[in-house]
């Protein structure tokens, strides 16, 4: 079992910053990939960033530029560092684990608010 925590939401004005992290614990070994996914009201939930074991970064075409994804080992903690901030960024975001056995595992979000 794989245990993930984000924390680091809330609300700020457009063109504003925030940086999501997400813990992870468990059986940390097992997974290959990291990734940040957000779900705004009444959308289906879409992939923002990802980070695989490795280091290999993807980005949807929307965030690029703006977000940036990384990650401590020493930790066990992904980031999410979101610049330039837009109200269509509004969203709650969550954290992904994907396992080499095809289990994914997922927090239980942190809800961000990008407002004037």
């Known amino acids: 079992q794989v245990q993930l925590v984000e924390s680091g939401g809330g609300l700020v004005q457009p063109g504003g910053s925030l940086r999501l992290s997400c813990a992870a614990s468990?059986?940390?070994?097992?997974?290959?990939?990291l990734g940040w996914y957000r779900q705004a009201p009444g959308k289906q939930r879409e992939l923002v960033a990802s980070i695989t074991f490795d280091g290999r970064t993807n980005y949807a075409d929307s965030v690029k530029g703006r977000f940036t994804i990384s990650r401590d080992d020493a930790s066990n903690t992904v980031y999410l560092q979101m610049n330039t901030l837009k109200p269509e960024d509004t969203a709650v975001f969550y954290c992904?684990?994907?396992?080499?056995?095809?289990?994914?595992?997922w927090g239980e979000g942190t809800l961000v608010t990008v407002s004037s």
């Open positions: 992904k684990g994907s396992a080499r056995n095809g289990r994914n595992y």
């Open positions: 468990g059986s940390i070994v097992s997974i290959y990939a």
